[in-house]
């Protein structure tokens, strides 16, 4: 069964900590994606990774891909409230139009 | 830039009722998706089009169809809806690189 696996599913953090999201996947993937959603707003892309070593930064965000270990994590710095949020990821490749996603991590950040 | 625009983005229907959730992207991509996505869950695919005049089904296509009209348009039909079919509805459009998917702004479906 082709699955994406995150954790935790909830947390919850106080401003100014460090933590990390995991995002395992079992599909063959030459694509991992992570997106933001607000409550009742739409996704908004953060983050592609396309190959294995990938790293990529944005502000306190930083995503990374192992793909032979079939991971992606999600690095938070020095969190702040208005990251607050679910995350989602989803697994890709160029030769599959279908993307696997995982159930988010909803990050609350308490002031 | 518009980018994905659903349409409508409320809307109550009553058991066995019909309606046409309507997508267009002004994009030029070739891919479009219809997504739902349930309390605290993540996202399911419903139906996709990989391309102008073709579409493919999901993970959860039972109760909908969809036409891809053409390449800025998608669209996705309940034809008796269902209580269970109560849902936050995404249509997704996706470039020829396959990288940045990008998102409609949801449209939000009460089965009463």
């Known amino acids: 069964e082709l699955k994406v696996e995150q954790n935790p599913l909830f947390l919850s953090m106080q401003e100014g900590k460090n933590y990390t999201i995991y995002c395992n996947y079992s599909?063959?993937?030459?694509?991992l994606y992570w997106y933001r959603q607000d409550p009742g707003k739409s996704l908004e892309s953060l983050f592609v990774?396309?190959?294995n070593g990938a790293v990529k930064q944005e502000g306190r965000l930083m995503a990374s891909l192992d793909t032979k270990a079939r991971l992606s994590t999600l690095h938070i710095t020095a969190a702040v409230h208005d990251l607050s949020a679910t995350y989602f990821c989803?697994?890709?490749?160029?030769?599959?139009?279908?993307?696997?996603w995982g159930a988010g991590t909803k990050l609350i950040i308490k002031p | 830039n518009a980018g994905v625009t659903q349409t409508p983005k409320f809307q109550v229907l009553k058991t066995g009722q019909s309606m046409t959730l309507q997508c267009a992207q002004d994009?030029?991509?070739?891919?479009m998706y219809w997504y739902r996505q349930d309390p605290g869950m993540g996202l399911r695919l419903i139906y996709y089009?990989?391309?102008?005049?073709?579409?493919d089904k999901g993970e959860v296509p039972n109760g909908y169809n969809v036409s891809r009209l053409n390449k800025r348009e998608f669209s996705l039909r309940l034809e008796s809806a269902a209580p269970s079919q109560t849902s936050v509805y995404f249509c997704?459009?996706?470039?020829?690189?396959?990288?940045?998917?990008?998102f409609g702004e949801g449209s939000w479906l009460t089965v009463v």
């Open positions: 997704a459009a996706r470039g020829f690189a396959r990288n940045t998917i990008y």
């Open positions: 994009m030029n991509h070739n891919s």
């Open positions: 989803a697994s890709g490749s160029d030769s599959n139009y279908q993307l696997i």
């Open positions: 990774l396309l190959s």
């Open positions: 089009s990989a391309s102008e005049g073709t579409t």
């Open positions: 599909t063959t993937s030459d694509r």
